[in-house]
């Protein structure tokens, strides 16, 4: 069986406690900051002369850029909803701590 919090309308965050909710929506943000500048600055940047894969063969910059892109959108949208739950979560807490346990 897996830890974390319950809260009010069966919502589960997993591995994080009541006390460490508004730590961990703070450590959220600043990620996404992060994740948000590493786009900008790859949409910036002056694209290499030639890209390896991981098997050394070349690989196409806007294929490349793409994927990269795509796997930042990803982690920022995975990030974004836990924000919205522990949101939630802190609300009824404030409201009402009674519909909140961790378990």
Known sequence: ???GTYYTYDGYILRVGKNELEEKYEDLKDDN???WNEIL????M???QSL????DNDMDYVEWMSC???ALRRQLEENV???ARISDCLETLHEHPD???EG
Not at 41 to 44: G, K, L, N
Not at 52 to 55: G, S
């Open 33 to 35: 900051d992060t994740l």
């Open 81 to 83: 909803s836990l924000m």
């Open 52 to 55: 390896k894969d991981c098997e």
């Open 46 to 48: 002056t694209p290499p």
């Open 68 to 70: 990269h892109i795509k």
């Open 99 to 101: 519909k909140v346990s």
């Open 41 to 44: 600055q790859r949409i910036a």
């Open 1 to 3: 069986m897996s830890w």
